[in-house]
């Protein structure tokens, strides 16, 4: 499976969908949006499959768990290029770095 390829559907090796990038609705950041929702949901499931004894479920969650993260940083990455100012620019790099130091 290839991350990142803009425009896929990808799904992991049970079948779930793990989101797309892509314009929904009225703003592009939806899409961003619903893969990461997306990436969660897997995520969750997975662990929940891996600590019912499904040892397989663990390469799922951490699948997921990477997808919704990748969704997290185009997120703000997209946020950061719409910024119109630069106090929204300001910002968007203030909780990068307080993400950063988590």
């Known amino acids: 499976m290839r991350y990142g390829d803009y425009g896929a559907r990808m799904r992991d090796s049970r079948g779930r969908y793990m989101g797309d990038y892509g314009r929904r609705g009225r703003y592009r950041g939806y899409g961003y949006i619903d893969d990461m ?3 969660y949901g897997n995520y969750a499931e997975s662990k929940e499959d891996y600590r ?4 397989g ?3 799922d969650s951490l699948k997921s768990l990477d997808y919704m993260l990748k969704s997290v940083c185009g ?3 997209m946020l950061k290029e719409d910024a119109d ?3 929204e620019i ?3 790099q ?3 770095r307080k993400i950063g130091e988590l």
């Open 57 to 59: 479920a663990e390469s």
């Open 90 to 92: 300001e910002l968007i």
């Open 52 to 55: 019912r004894g499904n040892y």
């Open 75 to 77: 997120f703000m990455k």
């Open 94 to 96: 203030e909780y990068a």
């Open 37 to 39: 929702s997306d990436g």
């Open 85 to 87: 100012s630069k106090e």
